[in-house]
Nanobody, 124 residues
Framework: VQLQAFGGGSVQVGGSLRLACAVLGRSVTIHDMAWFRQVPGKEREFVAV????????FYSDSAKGRCTISRDIAKNTVYLQMNVLKPQDTAVYFCAAGRPLSSALSNPSVYDYWGQGTQVTVSS
């Protein structure tokens, strides 16, 4: 399984970006698909996940209300729509695939496959 993340860039405060994660080699419906982010010197942080079964979505508190994770089964791609971006959203964003327990959806160590990361920079 290969994950290819793209769509990052530079945006001003309050702007929007849509990240995409193309999944190669397996259907997006087989794995839980998640987005994490990381800044230098800090641990990888959970942003959102869409579950393999049922397509249920869960968000971090910082993402709730501003971000939407979705999947396009026909395109085998997962998206992260981010709105009202803040400087603290600046990070490298990674997509991940796995089958974690429902209690561990936000734990990066239980995901098996990772994309290469895409930089998001929010400036004032």
């Amino acid at each position: 399984v290969q994950l290819q993340a793209f769509g990052g860039g530079s945006v001003q405060v309050g702007g929007s970006l849509r990240l995409a994660c193309a999944v190669l080699g397996r259907s997006v419906t087989i794995h839980d698909m998640a987005w994490f982010r990381q800044v230098p010197g800090k641990e990888r942080e959970f942003v959102a996940v869409v579950t393999a079964s049922g397509g249920h979505t869960f968000y971090s508190d910082s993402a709730k209300g501003r971000c939407t994770i979705s999947r396009d089964i026909a395109k085998n791609t997962v998206y992260l729509q981010m709105n009202v971006l803040k400087p603290q959203d600046t990070a490298v964003y990674f997509c991940a695939a796995g089958r974690p327990l429902s209690s561990a959806l936000s734990n990066p160590s239980v995901y098996d496959y990772w994309g290469q990361g895409t930089q998001v920079t929010v400036s004032s």
